[in-house]
Structures are given as C-alpha cells and as structure tokens.
C-alpha cells in the first residue's frame, strides 16, 4: 500500500523560504515510473495543483501562482519529492499535500486534476505572515 508522508511545513513571515519533502513507501514499481505532485488547499478555496514532475524528474509543470518561486524535484534513489518555496506570500498559506499517480512511463497527464492521483498524503500546513 503506498504511504505519504509530508515534513517540512510550518510558519513564516513574507518574503521566506520553505522547503517541504514527501517521503513515499509501498510501491509495487519503480519511483520512477509515477507522476508526482504537489497540491494545496487554502480555507475557504478548492484544492488546487501546484506542480507536478514526471517520473524521470526532468519534465515540471507548475500553476501560475508558483511560477518563478517555487521548484519541485524528486530523489527517485530516496523515493522521496520535494517542493522549494522562496518568496513566500501570504496566499501562499494552505495545507499542502503531495500525490502518486502510477503511469507506467511515469508521464503525467496534460492537465493534472486531482482526480487523477490515486494516493495522497495527509498534508502539511504552510503559513505565511505579511
């Protein structure tokens, strides 16, 4: 059974950096062969992606909002992902979570939704003070 576990979250003030890992476990196939992704959800918003990374780690996508600011990654020896924020922003305040989808070329689909990860872990709170 694939297991996510998030670290790294916590409290901020503007203008800072976080960095956030998610360690995985279970897989019954490489690391390399699933999409990941990270995704956050804001009180009173829908949960929203922030960026995904193909199975080889080389090809990223990221949202608007993290464009320029942050970067994921993945250590595909390690199995883990991880997600670099710099220049944090108040809005930037949310629950994040990171998502496993099994693929088997370890591409992610064109435009990623929620509803195409099957395994997510239980969050880690990122918030920001301006």
């Known amino acids: 059974q694939v297991q996510l576990l998030e670290s790294g979250g916590g409290s901020v003030q503007a203008g800072g950096s976080l960095r956030l890992s998610c360690e995985a476990s279970?897989?019954?196939?490489?690391?390399?062969?699933?999409?990941m992704a990270w995704f956050r959800h804001a009180p009173g918003k829908e949960r929203e992606r922030v960026a995904t990374v193909e199975g080889d780690g080389n090809t990223k996508n990221y949202a608007d909002s993290a464009k320029g600011r942050f970067t994921i990654s993945k250590d595909n020896t390690e199995s883990t992902l991880f997600l670099q924020m710099n220049d944090l922003k108040a809005e930037d305040t949310a629950i994040y979570y990171c998502?496993?989808?099994?693929?088997?070329?370890?591409?992610?689909?064109?435009?990623?939704?929620?509803?195409?990860?099957?395994?997510w872990g239980q969050g880690t709170q990122v918030t920001v003070s301006s």
């Open positions: 998502a496993t989808r099994y693929s088997g070329r370890g591409l992610c689909p064109t435009n990623p939704r929620e509803g195409d990860f099957g395994a």
């Open positions: 279970g897989y019954r196939s490489p690391f390399n062969l699933y999409c």
